[in-house]
DNA sequence: AAGCTAGCGGAGGGTTGCCTCCGGATGCAA
DNA sequence: TTGCATCCGGAGGCAACCCTCCGCTAGCTT
C-alpha cells in the first residue's frame, strides 16, 4: 500500500522550529533549481547563496551533497505518487495515459539527481517502490481491459517513457507526439480503441 | 550530401609528427573512457594521466574543455554514420531496425557530452546534420514501403530512441524488451508484416 | 649524421568549491 | 519577560582542478 499521506519519513527529519523550517524549505527549492539548472554538479554554496542561507545552515541540514540529493529527490517522488489519486475513475487507457503524462513532467527535471542516485541508494530503491506501487495497478487495469499488451511489465513502461523524457525536445508539440508514438507501441497487437 | 569519407574537417585538425599523433590518439581515448566513467566533469588532469601523457600535451591538443568534448563525440558520430553503409541490402524494416540498434548503442555512451553541446555548438548542429543524412534514408525508405507510420519524421524517431537510451538497464533484454516496444508504436496502425 | 624545430612534461600560481567551527542571534516555553 | 536551547552565518583551512610557461627531448629532413 504505502499511502501517499504517511510515508516513511525515515530519512531527512524536518527541523521543528519555524526559522529553522523555512530554512530547510528554501534551501530544498534552491537546490531543485540549482540542480535543474547546473546538473547535479552545482555548487553547494550557490545551492545556499540561492537560498538566502549560511553555508552552514545548508551543511547543518544535509551533511551531505547526497543528503540534499535525497531529500529534494523524495519531496519529488511524493507529488507524483500523490498525483495517482482520483486517476481511478477515468477509463482505464486514459488514468495510464494521464498519470504518465505527469510522470513525464516529473523526469524531465530529475534525471541529473536520479544519474546520482542510482548507483547505491536505498533511498531510491524505496522511491522506485512508491512509484510502482502508485503506478502498477493503472496499467494492470489497462491490461485486464484488454487496451494494453500483455507481453510487458509496468518496469518496461517506466523506462520507456522516463528514457525518451529525458531528452529534451524543443517543442511541447514534438514532445507530445513521440510520447504518442511510444504509447501506441503499448497497444495489443490489434488494439481496440 | 556530406559523405561519410570526406567529412567536414574544419575543426580539430590532428597533428602530423607521428609521436604527437600517437598522443592526439590515446587523449580521445583516455577522454572517450573518462567521461563515459565520470560524466562530462571528469578532471581534465585524470584524461591526461589515462593517456600516459603531460597535462600540457592535454592542453596544446585541445585548448578547450569543450574542444575535447567535441573531438570525442565527432569521433563518434563518424563510426556511426559510416555503419549505415551496407543496410541498404536489408528490406526496409529491417535495414532500418539494425541501424537503430547502432544508434542505441553510440547514444549510450554519448549522453553526458551531448548534454554539453547541446546548448551551443556547430559541431552539435553539424553532426546531426551527419546523423540524418545517413538514417533519415533509410526511414523513408520504410514509410515508402508502408512499414512505417507516415504521421511522424524521423526527428521524431532519433528523440524516441535517443532518449529510452539514455535510461540505464539493468539487463539487455529489457532493454531489447523496451526498444521493442518503441519500435512497434512505429509501424502503421494496422502494420503488415 | 647532424641540425632544426615541433612537441613533450610537469612545476606552480590562481581559482573555486568543500566543509568545520564557534561567537552571536532568536524562537519558544514558562 | 526572561532564560535557554536551538539555530544562524560566514571566516578560513584544505583539497582539487585549471591552465600557463619554459627548459628539454626526439622525430624528420637533407
Chains 1, 2 share one sequence.
Not at 531510491?124 to 510502482?132: K, Q, Y
Request: proline content about 6%.
Amino acid at each position: 500500500m504505502t499511502s501517499a499521506g504517511q510515508a516513511p519519513e525515515v530519512f531527512a527529519q524536518r527541523p521543528k522550529r519555524a526559522d529553522a523550517r523555512r530554512n530547510y524549505d528554501a534551501l530544498i527549492t534552491a537546490a531543485r533549481e540549482a540542480f535543474a539548472e547546473n546538473g547535479a554538479a552545482a555548487s553547494l554554496e550557490d545551492v545556499a547563496r540561492r537560498a538566502s542561507v549560511g553555508i552552514g545552515t545548508l551543511y547543518r541540514n544535509f551533511p551531505t551533497r547526497r543528503h540534499l540529493f535525497e531529500a529534494v529527490y523524495v519531496e519529488e517522488v511524493r507529488a507524483l505518487c500523490h498525483s495517482a489519486e482520483g486517476l481511478a475513475e477515468l477509463p482505464p487507457w486514459d488514468a495510464l495515459v494521464a498519470w504518465l503524462h505527469r510522470f513525464v513532467a516529473y523526469v524531465a527535471t530529475k534525471r541529473a539527481l536520479a544519474e546520482q542516485l542510482l548507483h547505491d541508494s536505498e533511498i531510491f530503491a524505496s522511491c522506485r517502490t512508491e512509484i510502482f506501487s502508485a503506478g502498477e495497478p493503472l496499467m494492470r487495469r489497462a491490461q485486464t481491459a484488454g487496451v494494453v499488451r500483455d507481453d510487458i511489465g509496468f518496469d518496461d513502461v517506466v523506462r520507456l517513457i522516463s528514457g525518451l523524457t529525458m531528452a529534451q525536445f524543443p517543442s511541447p508539440e514534438q514532445r507530445d507526439r513521440v510520447l504518442g508514438v511510444a504509447l501506441d507501441g503499448l497497444r495489443p497487437p490489434a488494439a481496440p480503441r
